[in-house]
């Protein structure tokens, strides 16, 4: 059996949030955190362990992840970016980063997890 993964979530709708958090223990993984902001999610980055992050594209109130992104990558981080779809292009850097399109289902889930899986 595969070592379970601890994942961090970046999700700013709380019933989408609880769908993952269960997707994700269903799976026999770990919820590292769940946020919904950029700043929290910058400080989840920095303090909280975890080996990679699903993080949606668009926040609450116009704010884009596309810092946490930065943040992510620069610590070799994997990531997986969720959207029910971009408007604007990512930003260059992340251009062929992973997608996990909404809605979500626990198939989706699990494929973006194990196409991240390290070992």
């Known amino acids: ?31 590292a955190g769940t946020v919904d902001n ?38 070799g981080k994997a990531f997986v970016v969720a959207t029910g779809g971009m408007i604007d292009p990512p930003p260059a850097r992340h251009a062929d980063c992973p997608t996990l399109p909404k809605p979500f289902t626990l198939d989706r889930v699990e494929s973006a997890l194990e196409s991240m899986r390290a070992d």
């Open 1 to 31: 059996m595969k070592q379970p993964l601890s994942v961090l979530i970046v999700e700013d709708e709380p019933l989408i949030a609880m769908m993952l958090e269960d997707f994700i223990d269903a799976l026999g993984h770990v919820v």
């Open 38 to 75: 950029v700043s929290a999610a910058l400080d989840h980055v920095d303090t909280v362990p975890f080996d990679m992050a699903i993080l949606d594209v668009h926040l609450r109130g116009g704010e884009a992840s596309w810092a946490v992104a930065d943040a992510l990558a620069d610590r």
